[in-house]
């Protein structure tokens, strides 16, 4: 047990697609993050959530829609996506406030877009 | 901007040898450094801190020293395991309050029986 749950594990969906990934965690904390992990490339920060307001939006396509209606609760919509997005899509949490406390990871949604 | 370089992997060794990761840094203000690691299927999963110079994060017998004059944090084992294979992270954090951390690439180790 984590304390950062991710649903649905796995992913396959088209282009055409609509489909929506799903953030829970259960450790009180109030800041909350979406990764794209890649083979070979770093992390990729792509939202930031601080006591649900954006923070951080790092130049994410608009087919990549945030959602945080509170604390708890973070979702990644996603619409026409393209091949090039297939990736493990990582969630996070945080306390928040200064930048000592470490990130909280789920175990990921593997997305693939046929 | 911040940025985190890690050694290239995959790193391949034999149990019971010594491990290092050399991580380094680029920073404008006093970050937080960690070590992250990731086992197949996972996410990742925090291994060590370290929140200020000379500081030494240690859990499970892996170390690293936050070395602010060479702008460092490499990792360490004496002894690794075959169940030490993972992916293992390199991360920085802004605490300049914008929630930015910043992570490396990753070193892939495989430790053989």
């Known amino acids: 047990e984590t304390g950062v749950t991710q649903t649905p594990r796995h992913l396959v969906m088209g282009m055409t697609n609509k489909k929506s990934l799903k953030c829970e965690q259960h450790?009180?904390?109030?800041?909350m993050y979406w990764y794209k992990q890649s083979a070979k490339k770093p992390l990729e920060l792509m939202f930031v959530?601080?006591?649900?307001?954006?923070?951080e939006n790092n130049s994410v396509p608009s087919r990549f829609s945030p959602e945080c209606p509170n604390s708890s609760h973070l979702f990644l919509h996603l619409h026409t996506l393209q091949p090039e997005d297939s990736a493990l899509y990582l969630c996070?949490?945080?306390?928040?406030?200064?930048?000592?406390?470490?990130?909280?990871f789920g175990n990921g949604t593997r997305l693939t877009v046929t | 901007g911040d940025s985190v370089t890690q050694m290239e992997g995959p790193v391949t060794l034999s149990e019971e040898a010594f491990l290092t990761i050399n991580c380094t840094y680029t920073?404008?203000?006093?970050?937080?450094l960690f070590w992250y690691v990731q086992y197949p299927g996972e996410g990742l999963q925090l291994l060590l801190k370290?929140?200020?110079?000379?500081d030494k994060g240690s859990n499970k017998g892996f170390e690293a020293t936050y070395r602010k004059e060479t702008t460092s944090f490499h990792l360490e084992k004496g002894s690794v395991q075959v169940s030490d294979s993972a992916v293992y992270f390199c991360?920085?954090?802004?605490?300049?309050?914008?929630?930015?951390?910043?992570f490396g690439t990753g070193t892939r180790l495989k430790v053989l029986a």
């Open positions: 991360a920085l954090s802004d605490v300049s309050g914008t929630y930015k951390y910043i």
């Open positions: 450790l009180g904390h109030n800041a």
């Open positions: 920073a404008t203000g006093y970050p937080s």
């Open positions: 959530y601080n006591f649900k307001e954006q923070t």
């Open positions: 370290a929140t200020k110079a000379d």
């Open positions: 996070a949490s945080s306390p928040g406030g200064t930048g000592n406390s470490p990130l909280h």
